[in-house]
């Protein structure tokens, strides 16, 4: 059972990472800024992961101690917790050296959704009996 958590979890993670990574590399192509010495796709991708994983114990675990709708009580706190954490990007003190440090915010912010995103994605996939009454009467 925590294999399929487990998997679920590095599924998400590796997916959520891949996508940030080319999200950042459009955003900072397309604007002509370079933020690599603040968040490089390696850390992006290994923090994608940890996120992924992080997720995947928290499900296991609210899984074997609530009984009954245990996926809204896990799908609301995980959407609170990553809206929270766009805020995380704002408060960042950048350098000065940056052509336009304002626009880190907007090319982080999105990122720290993609975990959950991929996660309600992805869960439904390797647990097909999650959603349940998706077919009937």
């Not at 800024?33 to 675990?61: E, H, K, N, T, W």
């Not at 009580?73 to 809206?83: D, E, G, H, R, V």
């Not at 000065?96 to 626009?103: A, N, Q």
């Amino acid at each position: 059972m925590i294999s399929r958590f487990f998997w679920c979890g590095l599924v998400t993670g590796m997916v959520s990472g891949a996508l940030g990574a080319g999200y950042t590399h459009f955003y900072q192509s397309a604007l002509h800024v370079d933020f690599g010495s603040i968040s490089s796709p390696q850390s992006l991708i290994s923090a994608c992961i940890i996120a992924g994983m992080l997720i995947a114990l928290a499900r296991y675990f609210i899984g074997r101690r609530l009984q009954g709708r245990r996926e809204a009580l896990f799908l609301l706190p995980l959407l609170f917790l990553s809206c929270c954490s766009t805020a995380v990007p704002l408060l960042a003190d950048l350098p000065l050296h940056f052509t336009s440090p304002e626009l880190f915010p907007a090319m982080m912010a999105p990122v720290h959704l993609l975990p959950a995103l991929v996660w309600m994605v992805v869960y439904p996939i390797f647990n097909p009996f999650a959603v349940k009454g998706s077919g009937g009467r």
